[in-house]
């Protein structure tokens, strides 16, 4: 007579049944937390899609918002990715497709002050200096946008800042009213490494950028109306 196999009754059988359901819904869950986590990431590439250009292909407006990063140690030069940013600016109102440039960065950071820098950058670059406009409370990415429309009454504009980057700026400034289309700054000295290390930061950056944009936080500074930006456009 043929005996029977084990049954999912027997006890092997059937521990050997609740780990594959213990990991299958380990599995499960664990597909589900990455989505989750990955949902403000999915947010800022996909709202950001149809507005980011190279910068040959940036569409003509009147200002140009460029976000600060780290100065170099000598705290009187831009480090790399904002001298690639600067240049970028810099060409896009060379060929007609900017006026003025807002600087907006971090008058205080620990590396120097962004905006002073920023401009003067622009000024060896052979931008007239009355076509630069600094914001030195653009403490953050959020902070910049929302300073942008609320103290310097922009409504349309580019936003120059490097491709890891570039569309969790734009996502947060379109979210913010702000009309803008990014374009990609050069980032010379950007290896593979650091591209990777930078995008990296940024997937995480998105979560508070998503949760800042639901709750509507103000910016950290708070400032009256500057007419500087429409000043530098009728000069």
């Known amino acids: 007579m043929t005996t029977a ?6 006890p092997p059988s ?14 499960l869950g664990l597909a589900v937390a990455l989505l989750v986590a990955s949902l403000p990431w999915l947010w800022t590439t996909i709202s950001a899609r149809g507005h980011v250009h190279a910068e040959a292909d940036a569409p003509a407006v009147d200002v140009v918002i460029v976000l600060g990063t780290a100065v170099a140690a000598d705290r009187r030069r831009p480090g790399e990715r904002l001298a690639g940013r600067l240049e970028t600016a810099a060409e896009l109102v060379n060929s007609g497709r ?17 905006p002073a820098v920023m401009t003067s950058y622009l000024t060896d670059l052979g931008i007239d200096p009355r076509r630069v406009v600094a914001d030195p409370h653009g403490l953050d990415t959020y902070d910049s946008c929302a300073r942008a429309r609320e103290v310097y009454g922009i409504e349309r504009a580019l936003i120059v800042t490097q491709s890891y980057h570039v569309s969790r700026a734009v996502t947060l400034c379109r979210h913010l009213g702000l009309d803008v289309d990014g374009v990609t700054a050069r980032c010379t000295g950007c290896g593979p490494a650091l591209l990777v290390e930078k995008s990296v930061r940024d997937y995480f950056a998105s979560g508070k950028a998503a949760w800042d944009a639901v709750l509507g936080r103000p910016p950290a500074v708070r400032s009256p109306e500057n007419p500087a930006v429409r000043d530098a456009l009728r000069g």
Do not use: N
């Open 5 to 10: 196999g084990p049954s999912v009754t027997d």
């Open 14 to 27: 059937r521990a050997r049944w609740w780990r594959r359901r213990r990991t299958r819904a380990a599995a």
């Open 98 to 114: 900017a006026r003025v440039v807002l600087v907006s960065g971090d008058g205080g950071g620990t590396s120097g002050d962004e």
